[in-house]
């Protein structure tokens, strides 16, 4: 067995990659109707006022408010209509003094209207005169030009994601493409010769590939494309040729086990011969996942994950999840919701690493509780009995049941 690694704190393991790493994003140009998700890469401002043209926001009739006021079910005021506005067209109507207008909602309102009394609020007194039966104040029931969106305002900056109601804003105000950060290719390399696919029947002391896919998958939900590259050996060649294959087609490569301090210790290896600087971290200060690795290859990252699928999942979420964002020029860094909740159980921890616990979640008496699901990092129904983790901070010797506690939901 080598030495033993010297581990390095979480965020500054983290600051060490990004150092060695171009902070440039990729850019494209995708229909907007297809950009759900996708991180701008341009700055956008509106081309147009929101509406374009003064709208009505109820049923009823366009009028002059001050030809209401005093207005009330008993002493209505009257008023003659000059005609309706139809939808989808534009009004060559002008309202004067005692006069109304049909008008719709979403309809223009005609020159001469500052508000709009709700039909509800009328009753027709012959064929050309209507009674108003309350008064209306001016601007009442009405949009104005630019009362959504000003011509010029600023929208989105670069570096926002994009959400369902945002592609409608923008599809909005036609515009129907934006350049986005492109999609940062992952290639996932499992290693290890009792790893077999997840179709096939293992054989003794053989399991089934697990991390290929639960990383692949977190990849998509970051925005990143993931390549899965099959199962390497326990050969340094043979994970050597593999790797280089896979890094090349990828911007960045990901590495499941191969990561522990053993004789079959051959990612460092690897990682030292895939291009300059290297290997730049062994050892990350967290449970679980100390044997982490991290590297820069000619430009590109390359991450070491540990083998036991708990361990493979946290270190995933602390420096590829970050890396992904950062690659696609994310605004924000966290992207994952968390929730405060009371912790239900003590979680003993050691100063000077950073404990990752997963738990569930249970509400009762409308309060919101964290129970630690507790179990070995090569158990993968640990993660899938819960509901998210909670972090015990690198200088804390543990949590208490009662702490109000953040967990970052999975």
Do not use: W
Request: overall charge negative; some cysteine; glycine content about 10%.
């Amino acid at each position: 067995m080598s030495e033993m690694f010297t581990v390095v704190p979480p965020a500054d393991a983290l600051k060490a990659l990004f150092d060695r790493l171009p902070a440039n994003v990729r850019r494209e140009t995708v229909d907007t109707a297809d950009a759900l998700d996708r991180t701008l890469a341009e700055e956008i401002a509106a081309p147009h006022p929101l509406p374009a043209f003064p709208r009505s926001a109820m049923d009823g009739y366009a009028l002059r408010a001050a030809d209401t006021f005093g207005a009330t079910e008993t002493l209505p005021a009257y008023l003659n209509m000059i005609g309706e506005v139809r939808m989808g067209q534009a009004s060559h109507l002008t309202v004067g003094a005692a006069q109304a207008a049909v008008v719709y909602t979403g309809g223009m309102i005609p020159a001469g209207a500052d508000a709009v009394v709700m039909v509800e609020r009328t009753q027709r007194f012959d064929a050309v005169t209507v009674e108003v039966l309350r008064s209306v104040a001016p601007g009442e029931n009405t949009i104005g030009v630019g009362e959504d969106v000003a011509q010029g305002e600023p929208l989105f900056a670069p570096g926002h994601t994009l959400r369902p109601q945002d592609l409608g804003g923008l599809l909005a105000l036609g515009i129907t493409s934006v350049k986005v950060a492109a999609k940062p290719r992952v290639a996932i390399l499992s290693t290890g010769d009792e790893v077999v696919s997840p179709d096939a029947t293992p054989g003794p002391g053989q399991i089934r590939d697990i991390n290929t896919y639960t990383i692949a998958a977190m990849v998509t939900r970051v925005g990143g494309v993931p390549l899965p590259q099959g199962i390497a050996g326990d050969d340094y060649e043979e994970l050597l040729c593999a790797a280089r294959a896979a890094l090349e087609s990828a911007d960045v490569l990901v590495i499941s086990a191969g990561s522990s301090v053993s004789t079959r210790d051959l990612s460092s290896r690897v990682v030292n011969n895939l291009g300059k600087p290297g290997l730049l971290i062994h050892g990350v200060a967290v449970k679980p996942g100390k044997p982490t690795i991290l590297g820069v290859c000619d430009g590109k990252a390359v991450i070491g994950l540990p083998g036991n699928p708990v361990s493979a999942a946290v270190v995933a979420g602390l420096f590829l999840t970050p890396l992904l964002g950062r690659m696609q020029g994310v605004a924000k860094p966290s992207l994952r919701r968390r929730i405060a909740a009371t912790l239900t159980h003590n979680v003993p921890s050691v100063p000077g690493r950073e404990d990752y616990v997963q738990v569930r979640l249970l509400e009762r008496e409308g309060r919101l509780f964290a129970e630690p699901v507790f179990g070995k990092s090569n158990l993968i129904y640990t993660l899938v009995k819960s509901d998210g983790m909670l972090c015990v901070p690198l200088d804390c010797s543990g949590l208490y049941q009662g702490d109000q506690v953040l967990v970052e939901l999975s």
